[in-house]
């Protein structure tokens, strides 16, 4: 079965869930993760992203990117069920600007990262 991505953003975010899509599955298989795998990708605000990171790392600061890793096990259904990597939308557009680069490029690095935190839980 082909990995599943699911996307949750808020309706101003401004991105192309098609291109979030596409890098994300990108990013999976990079990992060599190619198949059987669902993960969840969750957009949010400044404020939002500093709260799970204060509620769940104890820091103090808008991050970047958090992970929440699920399962590396097989479930009933063949899927393995990865995580949840959540992004702070207005960082990731700040950075765009900061690094010089696409967003494409860094939204890429972000999942890529994302990916491997939930590799490590």
């Not at 096990?73 to 939308?89: F, N, P, S, Y």
């Amino acid at each position: 079965m082909e990995n599943i991505v699911l996307i949750k953003h808020p309706k101003n975010w401004g991105l192309d869930e098609s291109l979030v899509l596409r890098l994300a599955k990108k990013a999976l298989e990079s990992k060599n993760y190619k198949n059987n795998i669902e993960l969840s990708i969750f957009f949010v605000g400044r404020g939002k992203a500093k709260k799970l990171n204060q509620d769940y790392r104890q820091k103090d600061y808008i991050p970047q990117v958090l992970g929440f890793p699920m399962s590396k096990e097989v479930d009933a259904d063949g899927m393995i069920r990865l995580g949840d990597i959540v992004i702070c939308t207005q960082k990731l557009k700040y950075e765009v600007v900061f690094q010089n680069k696409t967003l494409e490029e860094v939204l890429y690095e972000w999942l890529v990262h994302g990916v491997e935190n939930l590799m490590k839980g």
